[in-house]
């Protein structure tokens, strides 16, 4: 019997497989916990992390949905700070709805393409 996590962890390995970043064009990862959700910007060709924003230690307190948007629109405007206009989007083997759909809408608004 499969667990949950072991379920996600199978379909991010399974995404993984197919999603690589460079520096040109990173990739966007996304991790959401309980409370809190972190995204990270990463050329896999260097194995470094670009840039990285969380709703850890928010300026606001905002619903999770709207924090998300919010950390999208965070991690669009670092992207543009490094000359960064596409990214390939790692859902982490999260369905793509609620945070994950926010966090992609907004790094969308902000002017980034996946």
Known sequence: MNSK?????????????????????????????????YVQAIDDEAGKTLFSANDA????????????KEIGLRVAKAASEKNIKKVVFDRGGYKYHGRIKAIAEGAREGGLEF
């Open 57 to 68: 230690k928010p300026e606001v307190k905002a619903k999770k949905i709207d924090s998300a």
């Open 5 to 37: 996590k072991t379920n996600r962890t199978t379909r991010h390995k399974r995404i993984r497989a197919k999603v690589r970043g460079t520096a040109g064009v990173p990739r966007i990862s996304v991790f959401r916990s309980n409370k809190h959700t």
